[in-house]
């Protein structure tokens, strides 16, 4: 089993960047799909961006397509969000899982305010 840890958040003004890095355990990292999912308060979490074991097929939410790059470095065993031009709404807590995410794997996220 991958133990996860997120890392990276915190506030920022809107139009601002920040990078979210999740740091994996295990030499298994570079088999998975991962992803990057959100959860805002009072709402379901959601996801955000997914990217193959190799790195080389991405996929994202359209709400954040265009301004979030995600990416990975298997011989670091990290995955990181770039996260350009925020906005308010993407104020929310970033977790990192498998794709499909597994429910064991869920760490504590990492909170993201964006102030406007």
């Known amino acids: 089993q991958v133990q996860l840890v997120e890392s990276g958040g915190g506030l920022v003004q809107a139009g601002g960047s920040l990078r979210l890095s999740c740091a994996a355990s295990g030499r298994t990292f570079s088999n998975y799909a991962m992803a990057w999912f959100r959860q805002a308060p009072g709402k379901e979490r959601e996801f955000v961006a997914s990217?193959?074991?190799?790195?080389?097929?991405?996929y994202y939410a359209d709400s954040v397509k265009g301004r979030f790059t995600i990416s990975r470095d298997n011989a670091k065993n990290t995955m990181y969000l770039q996260m350009n031009s925020l906005k308010p709404e993407d104020t929310a807590v970033y977790y990192c899982?498998?794709?499909?995410?597994?429910?064991?794997?869920w760490g504590q996220g990492t909170q993201v305010t964006v102030s406007s």
């Open positions: 990217i193959s074991w190799s790195g080389a097929n991405t």
């Open positions: 899982n498998h794709y499909p995410p597994r429910e064991g794997s």
